[in-house]
C-alpha cells in the first residue's frame, strides 16, 4: 500500500506526495559530553524529537533537544532522514579564576581554565596550620543546573592559620624584652638579659617556633630557648684576711652580694669597710660565672689598737725620764770639779755646736756642754755646772 504523506518545513508545505515506505533515521543521535532522552534511536520515525541532556561538567546551549527530520534534496527516494540537533551542545563548564589560599599553596594543576571536579592539595607557609578539606575542588556553581560555563573553586573549609606561642617565655633570674608574648608568631624573637649576679649562657634569646612534629597540623607553637640560661655568679675561693677572721657564710661557692664581717686577731686593730663581699668580676658584663671578693681596704695592722694608745705615751715619757736623770747625775758627780772665778758664780754646763768667744745670757743656764774651748763665760747668774773637755778661760 502506497502512503501519502507531506514534509512541513518551518511550518511550509514543502512537499507532499506518495512514498513507498516511512521516513526514518536509521543512526541513533549522538551529543558529545551529553545524553538524547529514550525514544530516540536508530529507526525513529520523522518527527521524533527527544530532550537532551549534559553529563556533570557541562553546560548545556542550544535548542536543548534532537529532532528527526527530512533531509531536503533527497527526491524522497531513499526514505532517510537525519538527527537535527538545533545547536544543542554541551560545553565544559571550567573555573576561570586560578584557586588562593591566603598563607598557602596549591599544588600544580590548578588554575584557570580548569575542568569541573579538578582537585589539589593545599599546603600552608611556614608558621601556619591547615584546616578543613586540605584540598580545593573545581564545581560547578551551585544552583546553575549546568545553564553557564563558569564553575568555582570549593575550599572545603580549608584554611592557613597562623601558629602562636600561647605562653609567654620565661628565662629563670632574667628579663625577656618587649615583643614576645603569648600569642606571638611564629619565628618572633626577643633578647634575654640575666638579673645582676647572673650570668648568660646559650643564643642568648627565646624564638617562637611550630611544635616539632606536628607537620604544621595544631595552632599552638612552642618557645625555642636555645640553651639560654641565667646562672648565679659565684665567688669560687673563700675569702682571706691576713691575721683576721671572717665571719660564717662567705666562702667557696657564695653568690653576688654575699657579705661577711672581718674580726681581727689580738694585738692587730682594723682598718677599711672592716667587711668582705662578693662581687661580679668589674668589666665582664655578666658574661662570666666567676666573681671576686671586694675587701674594702679592709686590713688588719699591728700592734693592735688596744695597746697602741699605751705605747703612744708611756714610750715618750720614758725616754725623756731616763735622758733627765743621766743628767742630773751626772751633773752632781761633776759639780765642783771645774770652777772658773767670775764674782763668785759658777759656771754652767754650756753645751753648743760651735765655737764662741763669748757666752752670755741673762737668765740661769743648767748645762752649757761643748767640745772646744770658750774664751769667755760670762753670766749674771749662776750655773750648776761647766763641763768641757778643753780648756776654759
Avoid at 545553564?147 to 609567654?168: F, K, L, P, Q
Avoid at 615583643?179 to 634569646?205: A, F, M, Q, R
Avoid at 736623770?325 to 758664780?345: A, D, L, P, V
Wanted: proline letters at 3%; charged letters at 15%; aromatic letters at 8%.
Amino acid at each position: 500500500m502506497n502512503l501519502t504523506r507531506c514534509i512541513i518545513i518551518a511550518t511550509v508545505l514543502v512537499a507532499c506526495g506518495e512514498w513507498n515506505a516511512a521516513i526514518t533515521c536509521e543512526t541513533s543521535p549522538n551529543l558529545p559530553n551529553g545524553e538524547i532522552a529514550d525514544g530516540c534511536k536508530s529507526g525513529s520515525l520523522i518527527f521524533t524529537t527527544c530532550p537532551a541532556t549534559c553529563n556533570n561538567g557541562y553546560y548545556i546551549g542550544g535548542n536543548e533537544e534532537v529532532q528527526c527530520v527530512y533531509v531536503p534534496g533527497s527526491n524522497d527516494t531513499k526514505n532517510v532522514g537525519e538527527w537535527n540537533y538545533g545547536g544543542t551542545t554541551c560545553t565544559a563548564i571550567t573555573c576561570e579564576t586560578s584557586p588562593n589560599v591566603l598563607n598557602g599553596i596549591i599544588a600544580d594543576g590548578c588554575g584557570s581554565g580548569s575542568l569541573l571536579n579538578t582537585t589539589c592539595t593545599v599546603t600552608c607557609n611556614d608558621g601556619y596550620y591547615i584546616s578543613g578539606e586540605e584540598e580545593v575542588t573545581c564545581i560547578d556553581t551551585p544552583g546553575s543546573n549546568d545553564t553557564n560555563s563558569e564553575g568555582e573553586w570549593d575550599y572545603g573549609g580549608t584554611m592557613c592559620t597562623a601558629i602562636t606561642c600561647e605562653t609567654s617565655p620565661n628565662v629563670l633570674n632574667g628579663t625577656v624584652s618587649n615583643g614576645c608574648g603569648s600569642g606571638s608568631l611564629v619565628d618572633t624573637t626577643c633578647t634575654v638579659t640575666c638579673n645582676d649576679g647572673y650570668y648568660i649562657s646559650g643564643d642568648e634569646k627565646v624564638t617562637c617556633i611550630d611544635t616539632p612534629g606536628s607537620d604544621d597540623t595544631n595552632s599552638e607553637g612552642e618557645w625555642n630557648y636555645g640553651g639560654t640560661m641565667c646562672t648565679a655568679i659565684t665567688c669560687e675561693t673563700s675569702p682571706n684576711v691576713l691575721n683576721g677572721t671572717i665571719s660564717n657564710g662567705c666562702g667557696s661557692g657564695s653568690l653576688v652580694d654575699t657579705t661577711c664581717i672581718v674580726t681581727c686577731n689580738d694585738g692587730y686593730y682594723i682598718s677599711g669597710d672592716e667587711k668582705v663581699t662578693c662581687i661580679d668580676t668589674p668589666g665582664s658584663d655578666d658574661n662570666n660565672s666567676e666573681g671576686e671578693w671586694d675587701y674594702g681596704g679592709t686590713t688588719c695592722t699591728g700592734p693592735g689598737k688596744s695597746y697602741a694608745w699605751i705605747a703612744a705615751i708611756i714610750v715618750p715619757i720614758a725616754l725623756i725620764a731616763i735622758t733627765l736623770i743621766g743628767y742630773y747625775f751626772f751633773g752632781r758627780s761633776t759639780q765642783g770639779s771645774r770652777k772658773k772665778s767670775n764674782g763668785g758664780k759658777q759656771a754652767g754646763v754650756i753645751g753648743l755646736d760651735t765655737t764662741y768667744e763669748n757666752v752670755q745670757r741673762g737668765d740661769l743656764y743648767e748645762t752649757v756642754i761643748h767640745e772646744d774651748k770658750y774664751e769667755n763665760v760670762i753670766d749674771e747668774d749662776k750655773y750648776e755646772t761647766v763641763i768641757d773637755e778643753d780648756n776654759i778661760s
